[in-house]
């Protein structure tokens, strides 16, 4: 099917918002001056302004009288439109100005397992509190992850373990935390309030699954010391651990935070573990902090 050829009278006009503005003025005002005046621009210009876009429209939008403006059925109809789009305009600069002074916007997030089971929920609740247009798009993610979701602008912070390599991305110290041993009450390592790695390899352990920070650092550990170390199951999540260890499938090491609340339901003990690497470092990291959203 052949379209007709396009009416040259019809060619497209982009009405600028300047002159809205001014048009709307001039016909409350009833002149041309009055929108100057309102304006602070010169009288001239605003009617070169009319007289330009009725040019382009092909058609008179105001009536010019002694007594001043007032608009042609032509004006009458895009006045409407008009004062539309003027309300659209403000709404829009409104609401981007809410993003750009931090009152509102997105900012996502990615965070490991650790930083989600021990302290973001407090921190997202402080800022909710201080912000609460903001929205948080939160992915827990390991922390290797983390840093490459970060170089590739998949989100725009990042919390994870401070062992991974960061060398690309700025980064800020945020938290420590302390790595313990959970077992059951009836272990034989029960009794003892603090232990050492060495202490732990001679019995089966539940773990986290290979690609979290935790069990690359306890398998890098063990390789240290030629003992690797006996898995009898692995788990996803911290509560996996929990839940395992508690059934007696082995022992397990997490963040002290994220179980001595549930130990004494749990029937479980834990121990301090008295290796330097225990307290662990998290980091906050983004690719570039002076490029960031205010909100960010």
Not at 5 to 16: F, G, N, S, T, W
Not at 95 to 122: K, M, Y
Not at 172 to 187: E, Q, S, V, Y
């Amino acid at each position: 099917m052949t379209l007709p050829p396009a009416d040259p009278r019809r060619r497209r006009v982009d009405l600028d918002l300047t002159t809205l503005r001014l048009f709307e003025a001039a016909v409350r005002s009833g002149s041309i001056s009055g929108a100057a005046e309102e304006a602070n621009i010169a009288i001239s210009a605003v009617s070169k302004r009319f007289a330009d876009l009725e040019h382009r429209l092909g058609t008179a939008i105001l009536y010019r009288t002694g007594r001043g403006v007032e608009p042609t059925p032509a004006g009458n109809a895009l006045l409407g439109h008009a004062r539309n789009l003027l309300r659209l305009n403000d709404s829009a600069l409104n609401d981007l100005t809410s993003f750009a002074d931090g009152d509102r916007g997105q900012v996502r997030v990615a965070a490991n397992p650790s930083a989600i089971a021990e302290f973001l929920p407090d921190v997202f609740a402080s800022f909710r509190e201080q912000v609460p247009g903001m929205e948080i798009a939160l992915r827990e993610r390991m922390s290797d992850e983390i840093v490459r979701d970060i170089v590739e602008g998949q989100s725009d912070v990042g919390i994870f373990s401070a062992t991974v390599p960061h060398d690309e991305i700025e980064t800020f110290p945020l938290r420590a935390d302390r790595l313990c041993a959970l077992m059951p009450a009836g272990h034989p390592l029960a009794g003892k309030g603090s232990v050492r790695f060495d202490d732990l390899l001679p019995y089966p352990f539940v773990a986290l699954e290979d690609g979290s920070s935790l069990a690359k650092m306890f398998q890098a550990r063990a390789g240290e010391r030629d003992h690797p170390l006996q898995i009898s199951v692995r788990v996803r999540s911290f509560e996996g651990v929990r839940r395992m260890v508690s059934r007696n499938l082995g022992i397990g090491i997490l963040p002290a935070a994220t179980v001595e609340p549930y130990a004494a339901h749990d029937g479980l003990v834990t121990a301090e573990l008295t290796e330097p690497w225990a307290t662990r470092h998290f980091l906050a990291g983004v690719r570039e902090r002076a490029a960031l959203s205010r909100i960010a």
